[in-house]
RNA sequence: CGCGGGAUAGAGCAGUCUGGUAGCUCGUUUGGCUCAUAACCAAAAGGUCGUUGGUUCAAAUCCAACUCCCGCAACCA
């Protein structure tokens, strides 16, 4: 059957910059790249968004802290977080920065698109003199009235801002998310967002500059700097062009993915600037949990924060792969642990796979059998419907029944002893069908650990198979 | 009574919608094999399915109440 190639557009959130990489970024990456990975292997024109926020007070104070230009700080941190992205192996092909003079103007004309459910109003909270910025009633609460940094009482202080109003797209929203027009994974994410929905009051876009001066400036009106979300969320639509260029045959977007704790913006907020702006919804949000270490969650303070380029160095980064999209919950919180991340890479990588790959091809070289260029499989109905439902664990475990399934077979069929009983015909056709159940297996895993899948299909889609000459995972000696 | 998620073998999970002898992976023990990265294959041990009550011929699964963990609640991935 021939699929009909179609485009299919992809979106990560845009982490802030005031930060290093940290490994629920990963997350996000690495979802986003699989499923691209996989439609491109379909046949289909995949279009993959990354990218960094860089406007704000945190970024601005951080860089006047370390003696940068504010300009010069997001740049860095904004590269570190594109090395992080090719490291990673993420095959993107959009990087955009908020602070990109592109976006910056059109965000500009997206503001004043939406100008109709704009409206200003006196926003009054408490401010913190000393630190020249308001602070939400739950930091008012903890903090128990007092800025930490000032030991000064906050005060209550009233400024113009603007705001979006919300009211005018809840219902449509709503009918949206309800008809599955925007599918919102997993399901218990979608109730929680209907659930947010109802009570979302209309939301603050603007600070007056002297409280936010690294920003977009709002169109009209100098003394006034957007707050964040006009200017992070329609990242994803200004890279595409918007409004100067027709994107319609990107938007709506396929898929996309961010973690939990940002679904409240993107469920909500993000969809209204769109029905402001007259555009569709994007198709699925795809909502991931979080990586807990030790089942705690990471934080500073806990001082449990696992650096994930300390994974990738580990073992390489297919093994980082490896363990975040198959253990790694897609949907849930999940465990990391440096335990079962080695014990995944012993038992899985190297003794399921890496041997498999390895006694594979010596019987093969022993036998004179050949590989099979060419070989091409349809994929499985299963397995397909598992990746575009992003079941990304459940695929593995189903490519790990093939790979459980060959190492029985070379048991079961002795292939060894065929040789020596010089059953040279039969010894041919368990073999071939193992290098081509090799292949299928390489196929398969292809989105997940392109290099691996690469490797495999160097070995048995060759005329010669030759044993790889280092092992596909290495095992460090043990004593 | 803010909202949501969870509680199933030593660990991590599936099964719950559509009741019917409790399943997977890792770990443990034993056996087999020797092509292979001391890898692979097989078998076994191990669970009153959070608690209590109800419905039913039958409940991990449906209903009710309760207990305990975790997350979210204006940018903290």
């Not at 602070?99 to 401010?127: F, N």
Request: proline share 5%.
């Amino acid at each position: 059957m021939k699929r009909i190639m179609s485009k299919v557009y992809l979106c990560t959130a845009i982490p802030y910059v005031n930060g290093h990489p940290h490994i629920g970024h990963a997350m996000d990456y690495l979802l986003a790249d699989t499923y691209a990975r996989y439609r491109r292997g379909c046949g289909d024109e995949v279009r993959l968004q990354v990218g960094t926020d860089e406007h704000g007070n945190k970024v601005f104070r951080k860089a006047q802290d370390l003696g940068l230009t504010v300009e010069e700080f997001a740049r860095e941190n904004s590269d570190r977080f594109r090395h992080f992205v090719e490291k990673l192996n993420v095959q993107y092909t959009d990087f955009i920065r908020t602070t990109d003079p592109e976006h910056v103007k059109r965000c500009q004309e997206i503001w004043q698109r939406l100008e109709p459910h704009i409206y200003a109003a006196e926003y009054d909270g408490w401010y913190c003199e000393g630190c020249e910025r308001f602070v939400t009633q739950k930091e008012y609460d903890e903090n128990g009235g007092l800025c930490p940094d000032h030991q000064k009482p906050y005060e209550k202080l009233a400024e113009k801002n603007y705001y979006l109003r919300i009211q005018d797209f809840k219902d449509q929203i709503r009918a949206k998310i309800e008809s599955g027009e925007m599918e919102i994974l997993p399901v218990f994410r979608r109730e929680e967002a209907l659930r947010l929905l109802e009570d979302a009051p209309d939301i603050s876009i603007s600070r007056s500059r002297k409280q936010l001066s690294w920003g977009v400036e709002v169109p009209g009106d100098p003394e006034q700097v957007m707050y964040v979300w006009i200017d992070a969320l329609s990242n994803y639509i200004t890279v595409l062009g918007y409004p100067d260029e027709d994107i319609a045959a990107w938007w709506p977007a396929t898929a996309q993915f961010i973690g939990k704790d940002i679904l409240r913006f993107h469920a909500i907020t993000w969809p209204a600037i769109l029905l402001g702006l007259g555009l569709p919804l994007p198709k699925r949000l795809v909502t991931h949990g979080y990586v807990l270490a030790d089942g705690q969650k990471m934080s500073k303070s806990i001082g449990n924060v696992v650096d994930p380029v300390a994974v990738l160095d580990k073992h390489g980064l297919e093994a980082f792969r490896y363990f975040f999209l198959r253990h790694i919950d897609t949907f849930a919180d999940s465990d990391f642990s440096w335990e079962k991340f080695e014990d995944a890479y012993n038992n899985e990588l190297a003794n399921d796979l890496g041997n498999l790959v390895q006694r594979l091809a010596t019987l093969c070289r022993k036998n004179q059998i050949s590989g099979r260029p060419g070989f091409a499989i349809e994929l499985a109905a299963e397995y397909q419907e598992l990746m575009e439902k992003f079941e990304f664990t459940k695929a593995f475990d189903y490519v790990w029944k093939l790979v459980h399934a060959a190492n029985r077979t070379i048991d079961a069929e002795k292939p060894w002893e065929l040789a020596k009983k010089g059953e040279t015909e039969r010894l041919e056709e368990v073999l071939g069908g193992l290098v081509e159940q090799l292949l299928t297996i390489a196929d398969l895993l292809a989105p997940f650990l392109p290099k691996t899948a690469e490797k495999i299909q160097e070995i048995f889609a060759k005329e010669q198979i030759l044993p790889p000459g280092k092992p596909l995972f290495p095992k460090e000696a043990k004593k």
